[in-house]
């Protein structure tokens, strides 16, 4: 017996009133509040309705369609979370008034003459999502992730809420994506999805348009800053979700998925279901679940503020220093000043270690003639600086960096150039002070004078920091600590970014997560490009990305 007959034999049991579906029969537990206390599972249910295409369901209303949908979505599981694709209004609102306790987003203004026919407030056709829970504790949200497409019979839409899903404030989502977009349109849904969840748990279901093994769901997998890679709730499975029986197509496939935020889930398990809905066969029902997970305690190089974003620091010509918080995939949000005054005029500054131990990383700053350390406040505010060394011979003519474990010892140092070479300023983690408590060594040569220090973090793997360094050819070279007495190892050539087009530079680690580091140089245009981490950088690497337009001309440090 196949799924279609065995629907059809168990329509019986499914035929209820619809009152009885108002109150009870989305099943599972009651919506959650805001003050529940035990995160509970998560499950969601993703669906490509066919609202007005070929396999249109032509023999039930719109009621009809809404209480056969909740019926034999329920037989396969309740649901914290529903997204339907090609949907018609109709539908949409049918379906509304049965989901009671649940809050919902609908998108797409594409009109087409199939929708007519299930009525509603109009003939709209597009995606929505549900979520158990009330409107009042949710936001939610919708964005093109083909931005400027004015036709609307080519745009694709992710739609979102946030609120308390599962007892605590989650990002649920649903999208249905595009094989003509670049990616599918995952980065920019992603850069959405960034923003919406502000480092809360996050998932997302729908219809990707793309099987387990297209190169679009690897950002997908990747993930958000916050929620760490996204993990899929089926993926040991890989169970065809969509089909298309006549000749000559003839493919199962899989194009339905739910991803999880790993820092946030665990225990996922899935299931499909053909629930019968069209004449012809089309999109499987995806049902899945996640168990709650306590997110450990993570640190990411580079992030200040919590989000577990690596952040950039930038000296403004102003005398303002301005912190832009990592929004992944290279990009940066708007910023935010964290220090002004003559103080940080022609400051150097950077931040790699947490230097006081207190969990965060700190702001090392080369201000006039001294070091001076600022404490992470917890959410990339400053503390009041305290100076961090005094030099004999002055800071002013140094340009110091925070590198972080550069010799291995699990504490954060400082490297510092200048025209009698480069030197290591070994530290140590203080709450009171002495961080650079050991004697100044000389790792390189009066050539580094003239040297562009950058500190990528421990790129190897090797519990030691390596430095980065570009000369006046625009050649970049790796270099690593040997040891104390021998100084720095053979150098080897990681790129070349020439001077004249790309001007100011610094890395603050990884900041599309792929585990490498990355490089974000300025232009003569006064642009912002991100150079990821992979292969060596150039630029015509054709990997490169602009992901600041303007304005970046009036910084005189980056860090």
């Known amino acids: ?30 919506p959650v509040s805001a003050a529940a206390a035990a995160p509970q599972a998560v ?3 993703s669906y490509n309705a066919c609202g007005a295409s070929t396999c249109q369901n032509t023999t039930a209303t719109a009621d009809e369609w809404a209480a056969q949908f909740l019926e034999r979505m329920n037989a396969v599981g309740a649901a914290d979370v529903i997204a339907l694709q090609e949907v018609c209004m109709g539908q949409y609102e049918a379906l509304k008034k049965l989901l009671v306790g649940y809050t919902s987003v609908r998108e797409g203004q594409q009109v087409p003459t199939g929708c007519a026919r299930w009525g509603g407030s109009s003939a709209k056709f597009g995606q929505a999502l549900f979520v ?42 649903g999208t249905h994506l595009d094989t003509a977009l670049p990616d599918n349109g995952t ?43 996204f993990t899929e709730a089926d993926a040991a499975r890989n169970t065809p979700t969509a089909w298309a029986d006549a000749a000559p197509v003839g493919y199962r496939l899989k194009y339905d998925h739910a991803f999880f935020g790993s820092r946030d889930f665990t225990g996922l398990r899935a299931t499909t279901a053909d629930i019968d809905l069209t004449p012809v066969e089309d999109h499987k029902l995806l049902w899945a679940e996640a168990q709650p997970l306590e997110r450990t305690a993570v640190h990411v190089p580079g992030d200040l503020t919590g989000d577990l974003c690596p952040d950039l620091l930038a000296v403004r010509k102003d005398d303002t220093l301005r912190l832009y918080p990592g929004a992944g995939r290279g990009r940066f949000g708007s910023p935010r000043v964290i220090g002004s005054g003559p103080e940080w005029n022609g400051a150097v500054v950077s931040h790699r270690g947490d230097w006081d131990g207190d969990g965060d990383e700190d702001v090392v700053a080369r201000k006039g003639d001294q070091l001076v350390l600022h404490r992470n ?32 010892d699990g504490a954060p140092d400082v490297v510092a150039r200048s025209s009698t070479g480069l030197w290591l300023h070994r530290g140590r983690v203080a709450a009171d002070g002495g961080w650079l408590s050991h004697g100044a060594v000389r790792i390189g ?48 050539v990681v790129g070349n970014l020439p001077v004249a087009s790309r001007v100011l530079g610094a890395s603050v680690g990884d900041g599309n997560r792929d585990g490498l580091a990355d490089l974000w140089y300025t232009t003569p245009a006064a642009d912002l490009v991100f150079h990821p981490g992979g292969s060596a950088f150039t630029e015509a690497d054709g990997r490169s990305v602009t992901v600041g337009s303007g304005g970046w001309g009036y910084f005189s440090h980056l860090g």
């Not at 619809?18 to 109150?23: I, K, N, Q, Y």
């Not at 729908?206 to 769901?217: E, K, M, Q, R, V």
């Open 43 to 45: 499950r969601t249910v």
């Open 132 to 173: 158990k829970g009330a409107a009042a504790d949710f936001t939610t949200y919708q964005a093109l992730v083909n931005p400027g497409e004015s036709d609307v019979r080519r745009q694709r839409w992710v739609v979102c809420a946030r609120g308390p899903l599962g007892g605590r404030t989650t990002l649920a989502c």
């Open 445 to 492: 040569t009066d050539e580094w004078k003239d040297q562009e220090l950058l500190v990528p973090g421990d790129v190897t793997g090797d519990g030691k920091a390596e430095i980065w360094a570009r000369d006046a050819a625009g050649d970049i070279r790796q270099y690593a600590l040997a040891d104390i007495t021998t100084g720095l190892g053979a150098p080897t």
């Open 377 to 408: 406040t917890g959410d990339g505010g400053l503390g009041d600086g305290v100076v961090m060394k005094v030099s004999e011979t002055g800071w002013a003519h140094a340009t110091p960096v925070a590198a972080g474990d550069v010799d291995g």
């Open 187 to 229: 980065p920019v849904m992603l850069d959405s999805m960034e923003r919406w969840a502000a480092g809360a748990p996050a998932l997302i279901t729908g219809d990707f348009n793309a099987i387990p093994a297209h190169s679009a769901l690897k950002p997908v997998r990747t993930g958000l800053c916050a929620t760490g890679p």
């Open 1 to 30: 017996m196949n799924n279609r007959t065995r629907f059809r034999a168990a329509a019986g049991r499914w035929i209820v009133g619809l009152a009885v579906l108002a109150g009870s029969l989305v099943g599972g537990s009651p």
